[in-house]
């Protein structure tokens, strides 16, 4: 008792000296006002709903802030102690009392732990009243607990030791501090996620969120983490023990301290190890199936006509049979069967009728000899047996477990990720974990893209605990103890949840819409309560638009929302853009919808009638429900965006809830063995919607390109083919897959006709619902249907590194009579003077409305302009949806055409794209400043007409002209790297990329930019940089060849959204009918200052941006002689920015 009596005095005195700290006090009460402020904004003001929705976020968000806070004070408190120990009388007497040193430092350690303690209460206890008061919110009171002793006490017990240590060993406090602040934010910016977050002391990026449903996902990998710095600390004060500068006073206490020292260093290798096993033996598993992938690729698969599955949950584990009826469509005799099982599913006999088969294993692979060969296009029928758990590394084998790679998070949050659940309350199993037989490969390594789809008929029967409630595809029956589904379309997976399962019903259209949730999960009930008459209706429109977007109707008869633990979470894959949360008829939705943007339908609902009430609008409580539903849908179902950071930029990932994979892939696949990719590029065209409204302003400001200009970019230097097997990270495939399937599309359509291939690809897909279509098949319909042949094509569009390139030139407007009504004929000449062919879209930006097209949109050809910029998007040529291009036009390499179109609206200029081309940006805006009037034509206009002449040039002969995408262009010493960047050895981030103008982040050096504003002949770009003092310049050399005096021109790129029309005899200006549209120009940038060379020495000019034309602008007339002329333009401006583009000369005759 003398023991606890002494540790206990130590204890109190160090808490009492603490608490008169200072430093303590203050870090206390800036806690208290901070943490009850944030508390009250959070959760209350703003109600977060990612946070608000799940209860543990309070003690958990409150926790992690204050953990990092406090794990740098602790260092300063604990390391500070040797130092005061010698200056206070009170620790003097402890020294001479008979105080052994055992005594002494875990009464100290404690004194510091329950003052911390006490303060992480008090936080908890402010979290806990605003917790209660919050109407949204349920209150997890174990979650309170559990994080304290989760996140605080192995980080102070470790802070403490790892302090006390270093301060006995190096004895001095400054570089304590300094070594113990260097690994504080070790942690912070580079340790927390590597090697499974084992080096996390301060559970910064460990994983720990909780579930309302599940509760703690990863209960393993938590405890072996957290209790590896908990007696790592315990050791480092025992360790303290031994070296303290005091007699010992005790050899007991001595004796003891060693016995603990050994007991924790034990504990905490014991722990170590187990937390580094868990991680080594993911990647073990994900290496292990990779290898195994590797080895299968080429082998060829049976396909699974039928499969009858009977299912038995028992805790963490199943016990399964599948009666499986395979076909072989390989065109050659199978002496093996091959079917891809998880390698946690033990195999435990197969069988064909009454025969035991003879089968090996290898890792997830099952080899299966049958009895006889099983030849082309026969049948045969076989039943596996087995049992066991499941290994979610094998889900995801190309992706490592690196959790800042791979980021899922809740706010500031990080969420651990998984693929399924099995415990006895709770179970998940998605196709993508192989829990049934499937006679296909899950990843593909040379291929990534490649994929091979079975569409089987499945029936399922499950048993489990009387209180759980099995879900999954098809029509439900039961009786005594087993549940049975029948899915009436053949499917490409089946996905089993069995939980403690509510569901609603709603029948629209035919289709049955059913949600199984939680209870107490059923929010949104209350919040939209306006909308139980009105739903139906509202779930009628959506579906109908959706069916008008893909041009086919929905092919399932039912379509279920299914609530799953917010750590379900999926990998994107090259193969498809489809994810594991849409399954076919089946959508799995995060609880209470909390990763979901728009789904706090109450505190929107609230701020949205405020904000009215501020404008003095008008509307109904259902008006504003309505508009809260419609939201919610098309932001999660329809067109959602998540944008994602990352050290090379941002990029958009399309929403993991999408509902186009019910449209196309889980209804059809297109099959290649010459082109495997080809699913995938069906699948992007098809499933992509054509996006409403602006673009993103966001990706805009960032300075983003568009998909297709990245993809562009990337196919210069790679082909399909190269770019597969290399498979970058990011999302690099998945644009350039789109690129790809958009080209793709639009040749068949120039071929066939816009609408006609439309009509006739959607009828196509239906008569071939649910089946595999070979393309050589394809191939042989499209020539039947409309007599060419696209497969000749394909071998460059796969394999090949070239691209076409279009010059555009000679555009011209003129408003004729044409069978007596007034009309607008446009005409341009158009050049691909490369050595592949190419295609490209064309609409019109029109003034007003034209004749009304399909969904209510302007006539064919319109569209909402995106000015060539950023937005992550193309407008034109995307999906079924073609109403936006009024014609495609394909040129052969080297041909040139002269284009003509006729419209009945007003054009105020014309949007080219370009697709797959060397053109950056693709999309090319060009503006119609003039519109001549006619005299009445009664003639046949001929829309395209080849041109045999010379071929098109881009510039005059008498002109020299430099870009700066030419070699006569220089930037110079790009960065001037600051005294202390060098002394830190820091190098500016520099990009060779091309951008947009960023209006953040703007650079020190002269980024490339592009625009279709900007002078070049395929690529569009100019360079900018920040307004400076003149320290920074590029320059243009060009080789004079003729003596004499030459017009000076620099190229301004900036839009000219002027108007004229005017009749044929050069009549009067009048403006364009409408609202005057003129830009405003950029007053970012003001004066430009060039500096000429020529013979006679050198003249600076001033160039106005504001008031200068866009195009060409004279900066002067100089005489040159033969030799190298050079024109500087610095950064000195009065402006933020600097740009430059092209200098041309111009001899004057």
């Given at each position: 008792m003398s023991f606890l009596h002494n540790a206990g005095t130590v204890a109190r005195y160090e808490a009492k000296t603490l608490r008169r700290s200072w430093f303590f006090r203050l870090f206390s009460l800036g806690a208290l006002v901070i943490f009850t402020f944030m508390n009250i904004g959070v959760f209350i003001a703003?109600?977060?709903?990612?946070?608000?929705?799940?209860?543990?976020?309070?003690?958990?968000?409150?926790?992690?802030?204050?953990?990092?806070?406090?794990?740098?004070?602790?260092?300063?408190?604990?390391?500070?102690?040797?130092?005061?120990?010698?200056?206070?009388?009170?620790?003097?007497?402890?020294?001479?009392?008979?105080?052994?040193?055992?005594?002494?430092?875990?009464?100290?350690?404690?004194?510091?732990?329950?003052?911390?303690?006490?303060?992480?209460?008090?936080?908890?206890?402010?979290?806990?009243?605003?917790?209660?008061?919050?109407?949204?919110?349920?209150?997890?009171?174990?979650?309170?607990?559990?994080?304290?002793?989760?996140?605080?006490?192995?980080?102070?017990?470790?802070?403490?030791?790892?302090?006390?240590?270093?301060?006995?060993?190096?004895?001095?406090?400054?570089?304590?501090?300094?070594?113990?602040?260097?690994?504080a934010a070790l942690d912070m910016f580079w340790l927390w996620f590597r090697v499974g977050s084992i080096f996390d002391y301060m559970a910064f990026g460990l994983p720990i969120f909780k579930s309302g449903i599940i509760g703690f996902d990863n209960p393993e990998v938590i405890i072996n983490q957290r209790l590896l710095y908990f007696f790592s600390g315990m050791a480092l004060v025992m360790g303290t023990v031994l070296l303290f500068k005091r007699l010992p006073q005790s050899s007991l206490h001595t004796i003891l301290a060693i016995v603990f020292l050994a007991v924790s260093l034990a504990?905490?290798?014991?722990?170590?190890?187990?937390?580094?096993?868990?991680?080594?033996?993911?990647?073990?598993?994900?290496?292990?199936?990779?290898?195994?992938?590797?080895?299968?690729?080429?082998?060829?698969?049976?396909?699974?006509?039928e499969a009858s599955i009977e299912l038995i949950h028992r805790g963490e584990s199943i016990e399964a049979s599948a009666n499986l009826k395979i076909t072989n469509d390989n065109g050659e005799p199978l002496d093996y069967y091959l079917f891809s099982l998880n390698p946690s599913l033990t195999v435990n006999k197969i069988t064909a009728g009454n025969i035991s088969l003879q089968y090996s294993r290898t890792n997830h692979i099952i080899e299966i000899v049958p009895s006889s060969k099983l030849l082309s296009g026969e049948s045969d029928s076989l039943t596996i047996t087995y049992a066991g758990s499941i290994n979610e590394s094998f889900c995801s084998p190309n992706y490592s477990d690196n959790i800042k790679e791979n980021r899922y998070r809740i706010a500031m949050l990080n969420v651990n990720k998984r693929q399924s659940f099995l415990n006895d309350k709770y179970l998940l199993l998605t196709p993508e974990t192989h829990w049934y037989p499937v006679a296909?490969?899950?990843?593909?390594?040379?291929?990534?893209?490649?994929?091979?789809?079975?569409?089987?008929?499945?029936?399922?029967?499950?048993?489990?605990?009387?209180?759980?409630?099995?879900?999954?595809?098809?029509?439900?029956?039961?009786?005594?103890?087993?549940?049975?589904?029948?899915?009436?379309?053949?499917?490409?997976?089946?996905?089993?949840?069995?939980?403690?399962?509510?569901?609603?019903?709603?029948?629209?259209?035919?289709?049955?819409?059913?949600?199984?949730?939680?209870?107490?999960?059923?929010?949104?009930?209350?919040?939209?309560?306006?909308?139980?008459?009105?739903?139906?209706?509202?779930?009628?429109?959506?579906?109908?638009?959706?069916?008008?977007?893909?041009?086919?109707?929905?092919?399932?008869?039912?379509?279920?929302?299914?609530?799953?633990?917010?750590?379900?979470?999926?990998?994107?894959?090259?193969?498809?853009?489809?994810?594991?949360?849409?399954?076919?008829?089946?959508?799995?939705?995060?609880?209470?919808?909390?990763?979901?943007?728009?789904?706090?339908?109450?505190?929107?609902?609230?701020?949205?009638?405020?904000?009215?009430?501020?404008?003095?609008?008008?509307?109904?409580?259902?008006?504003?429900?309505?508009?809260?539903?419609?939201?919610?849908?098309?932001?999660?179902?329809?067109?959602?965006?998540?944008?994602?950071?990352?050290?090379?930029?941002?990029?958009?990932?399309?929403?993991?809830?999408?509902l186009g994979p019910s449209f196309y892939f889980y209804k059809n696949n297109f099959h290649s063995a010459e082109y495997p990719v080809i699913n995938a590029v069906f699948e992007s065209h098809l499933q992509q919607l054509v996006q409403q409204g602006p673009p993103d302003r966001y990706s805009s400001m960032m300075g983003n390109l568009t998909d297709n200009d990245k993809a562009n970019l990337v196919l210069k230097e790679h082909s399909l083919k190269d770019l597969l097997a290399d498979n970058p990270s990011g999302d690099t495939i998945r644009v350039v897959i789109a690129v790809k399937g958009d080209w793709l599309f639009n040749l068949l359509r120039s071929k066939a006709g816009i609408e006609e291939f439309n009509t006739w690809f959607s009828k196509y897909c239906d008569d071939h619902r649910f089946e595999r279509i070979d393309m050589l098949q394809f191939r042989d319909d499209i020539m039947n249907m409309f007599h060419f042949d696209f497969y000749p094509y394909l071998a460059d569009w796969f394999n090949g590194k070239e691209q076409p390139g279009f010059i555009f030139s000679d555009l011209k407007a003129n408003e004729i009579i044409l069978e007596e009504r007034s009309r607008y004929l446009v005409s341009f000449i158009a050049a691909n003077h490369e050595k592949v062919p190419g295609l490209f879209n064309i609409a019109f930006r029109s003034e007003g409305q034209g004749a009304p097209g399909r969904r209510g949109q302007q006539m064919s050809g319109a569209f909402q302009p995106s000015g060539g910029g950023p937005g992550g998007r193309t407008m034109q040529g995307r999906g079924m949806e073609t109403s936006d291009i009024l014609r495609?036009?394909?040129?052969?390499?080297?041909?040139?055409?002269?284009?003509?179109?006729?419209?009945?609206?007003?054009?105020?200029?014309?949007?080219?794209?370009?697709?797959?081309?060397?053109?950056?940006?693709?999309?090319?805006?060009?503006?119609?400043?003039?519109?001549?009037?006619?005299?009445?034509?009664?003639?046949?206009?001929?829309?395209?007409?080849?041109?045999?002449?010379?071929?098109?040039?881009?510039?005059?002969?008498?002109?020299?002209?430099?870009?700066?995408?030419?070699?006569?262009?220089?930037?110079?010493?790009?960065?001037?790297?600051?005294?202390?960047?060098?002394?830190?050895?820091?190098?500016?981030?520099?990009?060779?990329?091309?951008?947009?103008?960023?209006?953040?982040?703007?650079?020190?050096?002269?980024?490339?930019?592009?625009?279709?504003?900007?002078?070049?002949?395929?690529?569009?770009?100019?360079?900018?940089?920040?307004?400076?003092?003149?320290?920074?310049?590029?320059?243009?050399?060009?080789?004079?060849?003729?003596?004499?005096?030459?017009?000076?021109?620099?190229?301004?790129?900036?839009?000219?959204?002027?108007?004229?029309?005017?009749?044929?005899?050069?009549?009067?200006?009048g403006g364009a009918p409408g609202p005057d549209r003129e830009r405003q120009e950029d007053s970012r940038f003001k004066d430009f200052h060039y500096k000429v060379f020529h013979d006679e020495g050198s003249d600076e000019i001033t160039l106005d941006y504001e008031n200068a034309d866009a195009g060409w602008n004279n900066i002067g007339r100089y005489y040159f002689s033969p030799d190298t002329a050079r024109v500087v333009l610095t950064n000195q401006s009065a402006g933020r920015l600097v740009i430059g583009d092209a200098i041309k000369w111009v001899k004057v005759e």
């Open positions: 703003d109600e977060s709903w990612e946070l608000v929705s799940i209860s543990s976020s309070v003690p958990l968000v409150n926790l992690y802030l204050l953990n990092i806070g406090q794990a740098i004070v602790v260092i300063f408190l604990a390391a500070d102690f040797l130092k005061r120990d010698k200056k206070l009388d009170t620790n003097e007497v402890l020294y001479t009392r008979s105080i052994s040193n055992f005594e002494y430092v875990l009464g100290k350690t404690w004194g510091i732990i329950r003052l911390f303690l006490g303060l992480n209460l008090i936080i908890l206890g402010i979290g806990l009243i605003i917790n209660i008061i919050s109407k949204k919110m349920s209150v997890d009171i174990m979650a309170y607990f559990e994080y304290l002793l989760i996140i605080t006490l192995p980080t102070i017990i470790f802070s403490l030791g790892l302090a006390f240590l270093l301060m006995s060993l190096i004895k001095n406090q400054a570089v304590t501090f300094l070594i113990l602040l260097g690994i504990a905490a290798v014991f722990f170590g190890l187990n937390t580094y096993s868990i991680h080594r033996d993911k990647s073990d598993a994900k290496k292990a199936v990779t290898e195994a992938n590797r080895i299968f690729e080429d082998r060829r698969f049976p396909v699974v006509k296909s490969l899950n990843y593909y390594p040379s291929n990534p893209a490649r994929i091979k789809i079975d569409f089987t008929k499945y029936s399922l029967r499950v048993k489990t605990k009387e209180n759980l409630t099995p879900v999954s595809q098809g029509r439900q029956t039961s009786d005594t103890n087993w549940y049975s589904f029948l899915p009436e379309n053949p499917l490409t997976g089946l996905t089993l949840a069995i939980g403690n399962y509510r569901s609603d019903t709603l029948t629209v259209d035919s289709v049955v819409y059913i949600t199984h949730y939680f209870p107490g999960n059923d929010y949104y009930k209350k919040d939209l309560s306006e909308l139980k008459d009105t739903l139906p209706f509202l779930v009628s429109g959506i579906m109908r638009d959706l069916e008008t977007s893909f041009s086919t109707r929905y092919p399932f008869r039912t379509l279920t929302l299914l609530e799953v633990p917010v750590q379900f979470y999926s990998y994107p894959k090259n193969s498809t853009q489809t994810r594991a949360e849409v399954q076919p008829g089946m959508i799995l939705l995060p609880e209470k919808l909390s990763t979901l943007d728009n789904s706090g339908f109450s505190r929107r609902f609230e701020s949205q009638k405020k904000r009215m009430a501020r404008n003095n609008q008008v509307i109904t409580d259902k008006e504003l429900q309505v508009r809260l539903f419609n939201d919610f849908i098309r932001n999660t179902f329809i067109s959602g965006v998540n944008s994602l950071f990352t050290r090379n930029g941002v990029y958009n990932e399309p929403s993991r809830y999408l495609i036009v394909f040129l052969d390499s080297g041909e040139t055409k002269k284009i003509s179109l006729l419209t009945d609206v007003q054009p105020r200029g014309m949007m080219i794209n370009t697709l797959f081309a060397k053109n950056i940006p693709g999309e090319i805006n060009m503006p119609l400043n003039e519109i001549l009037k006619a005299k009445i034509n009664t003639g046949k206009i001929s829309e395209e007409v080849e041109i045999t002449a010379e071929p098109l040039q881009f510039s005059a002969p008498s002109e020299i002209i430099t870009d700066n995408e030419d070699e006569g262009f220089k930037s110079g010493n790009q960065i001037t790297a600051s005294p202390l960047k060098r002394l830190f050895g820091i190098t500016n981030r520099r990009s060779n990329t091309y951008m947009q103008i960023s209006q953040w982040n703007v650079p020190e050096y002269w980024q490339p930019v592009v625009l279709t504003s900007y002078f070049g002949k395929y690529i569009r770009s100019a360079v900018y940089t920040r307004a400076g003092t003149g320290d920074k310049a590029i320059e243009w050399n060009t080789l004079i060849k003729d003596q004499g005096y030459y017009d000076v021109y620099c190229f301004v790129g900036k839009n000219a959204e002027r108007m004229t029309i005017r009749d044929e005899r050069g009549g009067g200006q």
